[in-house]
């Protein structure tokens, strides 16, 4: 409910929102939650509750290009490790086990502040960490799935390597890797918001949260309606997604139908 929730606001915006969300209006600076400003408005003016609409639909976007990003090269890589073995999957995996090897938040910002600070390139930054999770994932499950009775079947009939891999081993490790994705989306949209607020991701007037309490955040004790609403935003989001990936995952693994 919570991410179709958010799906409506992205999709509807600018029918939502009230306001332009780069709309300064000088006379209105600072002005508590109201009728006619439903959670106030910041240091320049603008109606936060647009720009928390509005950056709902920068979070589905920040979801679906990271998320696509670190779900196509680490099932790519993983699949590789798993069906072919050795030499491939040593190297893949000690790749994966460098990237790992780094902790998260430093990782991002170390990748970011090598390609420049903007939106796109924490988008390939958060993608790229997201990759090692992905690529475990997949090769664990293709590791079972090439041993199945039906790939040894379609493998003695002399089916290649790519239509075993095509045909017979994808869609069977889809269930789980569409788990996966949808777990991340909740880790990108928190990825995406720090190094917004660290000042490394989305560039003003962007209405990205985390860049919303960058913004505001000398003005917190004197109108705190500013971190209020965007940190619920986020936390109603990550919630959301976190609930929609734990649904999904009693659904699609065969393994916990049966429990309960």
């Known amino acids: 409910m919570m991410v179709g929730l958010i799906l409506v606001l992205a999709v509807f915006a600018p029918l939502i929102a009230p306001y332009d969300p780069e709309r300064q209006l000088g006379d209105q600076i600072l002005v508590g939650p109201s009728w006619d400003h439903l959670f106030g408005t910041d240091n320049l003016g603008r109606d936060v509750f647009s720009r928390i609409i509005y950056g709902a639909r920068l979070s589905w976007f920040v979801g679906i290009t990271?998320?696509?990003?670190?779900?196509?090269?680490?099932?790519?890589?993983?699949?590789?490790?798993?069906?072919?073995?050795?030499?491939?999957?040593?190297?893949?995996?000690?790749?994966?086990?460098?990237?790992?090897?780094?902790?998260?938040?430093?990782?991002?910002?170390?990748?970011?502040?090598?390609l420049g600070a903007s939106l796109e390139n924490a988008l390939i930054a958060i993608g790229i960490g997201m990759t090692p999770s992905f690529a475990r994932v997949a090769r664990g499950q293709v590791l079972t799935v090439k041993e199945a009775e039906f790939v040894l079947a379609a493998r003695s009939l002399g089916a290649s390597d790519a239509r075993l891999i095509l045909r017979h081993i994808l869609p069977n490790i889809m269930a789980i890797v569409i788990v996966q994705i949808s777990l991340s989306f909740s880790l990108a949209i928190l990825a995406e918001t720090t190094l917004s607020f660290l000042g490394l991701g989305a560039q003003p007037p962007e209405p990205s949260w985390g860049a919303t309490l960058n913004l505001t955040r000398s003005y917190l004790e004197l109108a705190p309606w500013l971190g209020i609403f965007p940190g619920l935003a986020v936390m109603i989001s990550v919630l959301g997604f976190n609930q929609l990936g734990d649904g999904l995952r009693d659904v699609l693994d065969p393994r916990l139908r049966g429990q309960g």
């Open 66 to 114: 990271a998320v696509g990003i670190g779900a196509a090269a680490g099932v790519t890589m993983g699949v590789m490790a798993g069906y072919f073995g050795s030499v491939v999957d040593n190297t893949i995996m000690r790749l994966v086990d460098i990237i790992l090897a780094f902790p998260g938040l430093v990782f991002l910002i170390t990748l970011v502040g090598i």
